[in-house]
């Protein structure tokens, strides 16, 4: 056991086994958010490194064992989160805490065969969450093929609304635009919820106005997000092909959803027998046995007329040069896939098209679920995603009862700075409210602030 912390917490009781990058990504986070965490990995150097930079508790040993999950305060536990690289191990350390303790559980699972049975897994050994980074990401991705313009695409209400992030590009129409210009004369359909301008981020009110260069993120119904794009004179139609580098996991996730999609997908791996696998997996995509970083192959295969490239190899550098000779020889749509989050002002300053996190696409939902289990208050948390670099976060919370903010003219609230509340869905209708229109108990509503750490809809309000 190593370094102890102060039992007089306000926050939830948190058990984090495996100590890679999503485990020290949720240490972070969690601890910054009030909970007291206690870590188990096997490596004890780890572990003691860990406890120490966060002022936490660490045990080293095996997170499946019974008498280790003992002595790390299972019993005290509310929630057990296993991050190992092991979906075998991560399943077992949460169905022995679920046995012996009263907490919840959430395993990482990366397994195809697992990801296609989590419903069944989750119900039959009582898990809360079962999380696949992968699938995820590739989710985000095949979202951004299908609206390439887009930077970023993600999905609110079960997928009725989008958050949409794109650049404003030279003589754009909404160059030197105001919010207010564009809501009366170009679309009232649309939310504009946060805007980047040299690396500062703005919660916009109808006077501000665009300009050229500028990171928009809006929202919409699904349906109408497209329509605004071509309206301001973005093409939107979704890519017809698209090549991968790299053909693990991510890749392969990928492809399926790209091929339901009706897109052809090539694939170029440079180990042989995955190359096999992968052919009998994908047997409508193109497998490609080579280096993926040899040029003379790239240009083989066709590089410099696809309309989208996706680097997916597992190593960041490796990616990040593939992103970038892509965006030299071809005019594709690039997504790049980073796992480390060093060096992320150098990273920003590349043109890396669009950029996907896969361990913070699993910390989000992680996050998402211990801020709802701690509010015991009238209304919940159903999905959460940050933005610019975690300085803005979009929250939609689900209002199960009547508080200060239901039935009241979203006007004549007394709500905090920095905050926009961007739709509310009201029995699957997306509503982008005005001023006259109110809360009602039953709605899931967005909220989009710089303000962090909201765990109930009334803390919009001052």
Do not use: C, W
């Given at each position: 056991m190593f370094k102890a912390k102060n039992p007089i917490h306000p926050g939830l009781n948190i058990i984090i086994v495996g100590c890679g990058k999503v485990g020290i990504t949720l240490i972070e986070q969690l601890s910054k958010e009030g909970h007291d965490i206690t870590i188990i990995d096997k490596n004890a150097m780890k572990v003691q490194e860990i406890a120490?930079?966060?002022?936490?508790?660490?045990?080293?040993?095996?997170?499946?064992?019974?008498?280790?999950?003992?002595?790390a305060g299972i019993e005290q536990a509310d929630l057990i989160i296993a991050v190992t690289n092991s979906d075998e191990l991560n399943l077992l350390c949460c169905t022995v805490a679920t046995q012996v303790g009263n907490c919840a559980g959430i395993a990482r699972v990366r397994t195809p065969d697992y990801s296609s049975e989590s419903t069944y897994l989750r119900e039959k050994l009582g898990l809360a969450l079962i999380i696949n980074p992968e699938l995820e990401a590739s989710k985000e991705a095949a979202r951004i093929l299908y609206l390439p313009t887009a930077?970023?695409?993600?999905?609110?209400?079960?997928?009725?609304?989008?958050?949409?992030k794109f650049k404003v590009p030279q003589n754009n129409v909404l160059d030197n635009t105001t919010i207010a210009f564009l809501g009366k004369n170009i679309t009232p359909d649309i939310l504009i919820c946060a805007i980047e301008r040299n690396g500062e981020v703005y919660i916009p009110s109808g006077d501000f106005r665009m300009s050229a260069g500028d990171i928009i993120s809006f929202v919409a119904p699904r349906k109408i997000a497209k329509n605004f794009l071509e309206k301001i004179g973005f093409k939107t139609h979704q890519v017809k092909n698209t090549m991968i580098i790299g053909g693990g996991r991510a890749a392969y996730y990928l492809a399926k959803q790209l091929l339901q999609m009706g897109i052809s997908v090539k694939i170029i791996e440079i180990d042989k027998n995955r190359c096999e696998e992968l052919s009998i997996l994908l047997p409508r995509a193109i497998i490609i046995h080579g280096d993926g970083t040899d040029q003379d192959l790239l240009k083989e295969e066709g590089i410099e007329f696809v309309?989208?490239?996706?680097?997916?190899?597992?190593?960041?550098?490796?990616?990040?040069?593939?992103?970038?000779?892509?965006?030299?020889?071809?005019?594709?749509?690039?997504?790049?896939?980073?796992?480390?989050?060093t060096f992320k002002s150098v990273i920003n300053t590349l043109d890396l098209g669009s950029v996907v996190y896969p361990r913070y696409i699993t910390s989000e939902a992680i996050i998402a679920y211990v801020r709802a289990k701690k509010n015991s208050m009238g209304s919940n948390i159903e999905t959460l995603y940050h933005m610019f670099d975690h300085r803005v976060e979009a929250i939609e919370f689900r209002v199960y009862e009547s508080s200060k903010v239901t039935n009241v003219p979203l006007m004549n609230l007394p709500l905090k700075k920095d905050l926009l509340i961007?739709?509310?869905?009201?029995?699957?209708?997306?509503?982008?409210?005005?001023?006259?229109?109110?809360?009602?108990?039953?709605?899931?509503?967005?909220?989009?602030?710089?303000?962090?750490?909201?765990?109930d809809i009334r803390d919009i309000l001052k």
């Open positions: 120490s930079t966060y002022d936490i508790m660490g045990y080293a040993g095996n997170g499946a064992s019974y008498n280790v999950q003992i002595e930077l970023e695409v993600n999905t609110f209400a079960h997928g009725q609304a989008e958050l949409i309309e989208s490239f996706v680097a997916l190899t597992g190593m960041d550098e490796e990616n990040i040069l593939l992103t970038l000779y892509a965006r030299q020889v071809s005019n594709a749509k690039v997504i790049t896939k980073i796992n480390r989050f961007s739709f509310i869905n009201r029995n699957g209708k997306i509503l982008i409210p005005s001023g006259q229109d109110s809360i009602q108990v039953g709605d899931t509503v967005m909220v989009v602030t710089t303000h962090t750490g909201f765990k």
